[in-house]
């Protein structure tokens, strides 16, 4: 759950980035991969760096030798599997305004230090019929982290409000 804190922060970094008096009304954050993707390659990492270690255990040298960098090969392979896993995916924030949503791109950091302007698009409903927490926007499918889909049913929902079917 965000905070009015943390929203306000959000709001206020993402602002010098968007035309002069926009006001934002929802700030989402985004991923440019599903969540499935940095665990593969984490465990891709990680099976790779344990590889000689398996190897050097079938190939005959004593056990205690070998069980002497379990330690050392655990934290190094978790780490690095980590930091290549969070390489693979480009993080955005989605500014919606009352009219267009605004895409920053916020790096392969964080949520919460956008650095560019990506690209605008007209309001619509952001959430896919693909599943919950898919945006599909021009040219993109991003993927909303389940901390995040409450904002984006918000933002769905202020959107049908204010443009009401006629019938």
Not at 21 to 28: A, D, K, S, W
Not at 143 to 159: G, H, K, N
Request: hydrophobic share 50%.
């Amino acid at each position: 759950m965000m905070t009015r804190w943390g929203r306000r922060r959000l709001v206020r970094r993402a602002l010098p980035f968007l035309p002069p008096g926009t006001e934002v009304r929802r700030v989402i954050g985004a991923q440019t991969r599903g969540p499935w993707r940095p665990w593969l390659v984490f465990m891709a990492v990680f099976v790779v760096l344990w590889f000689p270690l398996l190897w050097l255990l079938v190939s005959g040298w004593p056990d205690a030798t070998a069980r002497y960098f379990e330690p050392l090969l655990y934290l190094v392979s978790y780490e690095l599997g980590w930091l290549v896993s969070l390489r693979v995916v480009g993080f955005r924030l989605l500014a919606v305004a009352d009219d267009t949503v605004y895409i920053l791109d916020c790096g392969h950091n964080a949520f919460l230090w956008p650095k560019r302007l990506v690209g605008t698009t007209a309001r619509a409903p952001l959430e896919w019929a693909i599943g919950p927490g898919w945006v599909d926007l021009p040219g993109k499918r991003l993927f909303v982290p389940r901390a995040w889909r409450r904002q984006l049913r918000w933002a769905d929902w202020e959107f049908y409000a204010r443009n009401s079917l006629t019938g």
